[in-house]
């Protein structure tokens, strides 16, 4: 009655993996099955995922995971947020754009003349970013072509099962839900001639979606269910934040980081506004009070820019050994909009230093230094201002993600905000995506709360503790 085991799939935007969740007892143990790269593939049009690939490794590792345990429960699937493929009949149209593609530039141009940001903020409650779905949308040629159009757990869902339909956190990314009631805002999609296709019926975490079909079925070698999740992956990790204090702080840190608080209800004032505060939707309702940060993206970028050039990868415990050495480093807006598209960061980050009057950094740890102590500091400062908009006393940060194995990264941010900081789990996300499905078979009890959730993760894992230093 008390256990199980089920399989998450849980794509980011540099890799995804496929993995087994047991469950028992209250005790909670990952493993993972397959691990695959993923990332922007520049085409004739722009920037796209090869979704097609994906899928591949998505079907691989479930079948690896039946393989080695026959008894799974079902499957659960999360993955960065809103992006979309458009379908038509069973087919998917195109390989879906990444949402790093400059043409989004238009889009927001195109929406903001028809609806101010002003009124979108207090309709849908999400911050400004240039790529949020409705933007999308906005330049979308093919979007009318299409029957149905699902963001991308929904799409491997779909291609899995037949269901149709938008898991409730992911939709809240689109800008098309309104914040207030959660339900999609269908005045506003009409007034910005978003077709009722991309709209599809609204799933709450812990419904029960399809099973597998065809030959997504024979494939993976069993008829699984398809539990729905937070499919947005930071909606899966959130609730795998063991948040240890009622004012406590999480950054939920991967590709991006996600620095805020978790919130009942959202706040959609004029200094939440101003500060680019998003209110997404959680898992049961709750709202995800957070910023965006760019994250590791500046250091993956960084070095993938560098194993280019020597043509031979970068060890990066090593780099960042060497980088904890380095003195005095120039600090540059994490944030800044020229270092969001792929391309040679080094010489972005250089630039963008050069123009504040500060000295270029002269070795490639001196650059990945500057890198993380800028990304701390942004940290620190969402961290900051999520107290100010919540009149909240902040008093711990929980980073979750794989930027919780970063240990200069951790510790930069406990200096820099002058406040201890807990680190770990590191797979939240996929932890996240387990305890839901597992909530939905019964296995926590009858109204396991999130708080119970959050209280098996603190059984199951550590945190590493990091104590602001007074000296820096
Ligand atoms: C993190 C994430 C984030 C979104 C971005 C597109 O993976 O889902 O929450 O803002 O990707």
Redesign the pocket.
């Known amino acids: 009655t008390s256990g199980g085991v089920v399989a998450a799939v849980d794509l980011?935007?540099t890799s995804g993996r496929v993995m087994l969740g047991y469950v028992d007892d209250g005790m909670l143990r990952l493993e993972q099955v397959a691990r695959f790269p993923n990332g922007p593939v520049a085409g004739p049009d722009g920037l796209h995922w090869d979704f097609t690939a994906l899928y591949r490794h998505v079907i691989d590792g479930l079948a690896e995971a039946v393989r080695r345990e026959p008894g799974i429960a079902s499957i659960g699937i999360d993955s960065?947020?809103?992006d979309y493929g458009l379908v038509h009949g069973d087919e998917l149209l195109a390989e879906p754009f990444h949402?790093r593609d400059d043409r989004t530039a238009r889009g927001v141009e195109a929406v903001h003349a028809k609806v101010p940001f002003e009124e979108l903020y207090r309709r849908n409650g999400l911050q400004f970013?240039p790529f949020n779905t409705l933007y999308q949308y906005a330049v979308d040629r093919r979007l009318a072509d299409a029957e149905i159009a699902l963001l991308i757990p929904d799409l491997v869902t779909f291609l899995l099962t037949g269901a149709r339909v938008a898991e409730r956190t992911n939709a809240s990314?689109t800008g098309l839900v309104d914040v207030g009631s959660g339900e999609w805002d269908r005045e506003l999609a009409e007034r910005l001639g978003v077709p009722s296709s991309a709209l599809p019926p609204l799933a709450d975490p812990g419904t029960r979606l399809g099973t597998l079909r065809g030959e997504a079925r024979e494939r993976v070698g069993a008829a699984l269910d398809v539990i729905a999740v937070g499919s947005?992956?930071?909606a899966s990790a959130v609730v795998a934040v063991p948040l240890s204090s009622a004012d406590a702080a999480y950054i939920s840190c991967?590709?991006?980081g996600?620095v805020g608080v978790e919130l009942d209800e959202p706040v959609v004032t004029d200094a939440a506004r101003e500060a680019n505060f998003t209110n997404e939707g959680g898992v049961d309702g709750r709202v995800r009070f957070l910023h965006?940060v760019t994250g590791l993206w500046l250091l993956s970028e960084s070095v993938r820019t560098w194993e280019a050039e020597d043509g031979a990868p970068i060890d990066l415990p090593e780099l960042l050994d060497a980088a904890a050495a380095v003195g005095d480093i120039p600090l540059f807006d994490a944030n800044d909009s020229r270092l969001a598209a792929p391309g040679d960061m080094p010489a972005r980050i250089a630039a963008v230093i050069e123009e504040s009057g500060a000295k270029v950094p002269a070795s490639r740890p001196a650059f990945a230094r500057a890198i993380v102590e800028s990304i701390a500091q942004a940290f620190a400062d969402a961290v900051a201002t999520a107290g100010r908009l919540t009149a909240r006393d902040i008093d711990v940060i929980h980073i979750v993600g794989g930027g919780a194995l970063n240990r200069l990264l951790c510790q930069a941010t406990a200096d820099r905000s002058g406040l201890p900081v807990l680190a770990g789990p590191v797979e939240a996300t996929a932890l996240g995506n387990v305890l839901v499905q597992a909530r939905a078979h019964g296995w926590f009890g009858p109204d396991a709360t999130l708080e119970d959730l959050r209280r098996v993760v603190a059984g199951a894992t550590a945190p590493v503790r990091y104590e602001p230093r007074t000296d820096s």
Do not use: F, K, Q, S
């Open positions: 980011g935007a960065w947020a809103v949402y970013l990314t947005h992956d930071t991967g590709t991006w996600l965006n």
